[in-house]
């Protein structure tokens, strides 16, 4: 009777407050039983060790602000590294927030664009002036950095008509979004060598996001699939059309490398 009591007390609270749903839909439970379902992926993507993706990661990230919202130093890190392997490379990024991850990048790339809410859409949203006006705080200003205005939802990637060796999602990371952001980028903006990266396809290096995975699944072409990976000590999928190797997430790891930190602060 406390189970049929609790149900009801439930499907009550969820009329009144259809947004409670919500909390349903989007819990990990129900997107883990979807992958498992559909792609039969119970610990998500295979993980690639970072060593495996470049041998050299000692890379200097100029610009980390150790704020809300950032990235880890070593997502920003993976980016800056494999934005190297291109000759002049051209990168795109969808969600720039302060722009920490663009203006590294932009250090060794000859071109870069981002794709962020207007300010006006944020304040139609509900968030706050201060917070519309804190995007692209790193990033203004920088004359290889072009910031364009849109959400991905509707945006024409298509008119940019432009090709690009590094790709970074790391806009909303809710299904609709991610899967939309998916599908679009390798529709309109990648070429045969191009390397895509997702942000936030892990909450931490050691456990992943099902959402975002299934997300990235169904909007990654099938013949692409088996080219995803989450890349270790990373919140990060990779896209990378070679076959490397891998093994199973079987978090807690067992460290089998270490990360020298040098920090400098510089005032602004």
């Known amino acids: 009777m406390k ?66 919202g950032s990235c880890l130093p070593t997502d920003i890190l993976l980016l800056k590294t494999l934005a190297g392997k291109f000759d002049r490379c051209r990168y795109f990024e969808i ?14 790339a000859a071109e870069c664009y981002t794709l962020n809410l207007s300010k006006s859409d944020l304040i139609s949203m509900g968030y706050k ?28 990637f298509a008119g940019i008509n432009k090709k690009f060796d590094l790709v970074f999602i790391d806009g909303d990371h809710h299904y609709d979004y991610v899967k939309n952001d998916t599908q679009k980028v390798f529709k309109h903006l990648v070429h045969e060598n191009s390397i895509v990266v997702w942000h936030d396809y892990a909450r931490n290096p050691e456990v992943f996001r099902p959402e975002v995975l299934a997300a990235i699944l169904d909007g990654t072409p099938q013949e692409f699939r088996k080219y995803l990976y989450h890349v270790s000590n990373t919140m990060c999928a990779v896209f990378i059309r070679s076959e490397l190797p891998v093994k199973e997430l079987d978090a807690p790891e067992m460290p089998n490398k270490t990360f020298k930190v040098v920090i400098e602060s510089r005032s602004l």
Do not use: M, Q
């Not at 969600?95 to 060794?108: A, I, K, P």
């Open 3 to 68: 189970k049929i009591k609790k149900a009801i007390n439930g499907l009550s609270e969820i009329i009144k407050n259809p947004w409670l749903l919500n909390n349903i839909i989007n819990d990990d439970t129900v997107w883990s039983r979807y992958v498992k379902g559909k792609y039969n992926l119970v610990n998500g993507l295979p993980v690639v060790d970072i060593s495996h993706v470049d041998e050299d990661f000692s890379t200097t990230l100029e610009c980390f602000a150790f704020l809300d």
């Open 95 to 108: 969600g720039t927030w302060r722009g920490e991850s663009v203006v590294n990048v932009s250090s060794v």
């Open 129 to 156: 002036e201060r917070y519309a006006d804190l995007h692209g705080f790193f990033s203004k200003g920088k004359s290889n950095i072009k910031h364009l205005l849109g959400n991905s939802l509707n945006f024409d």
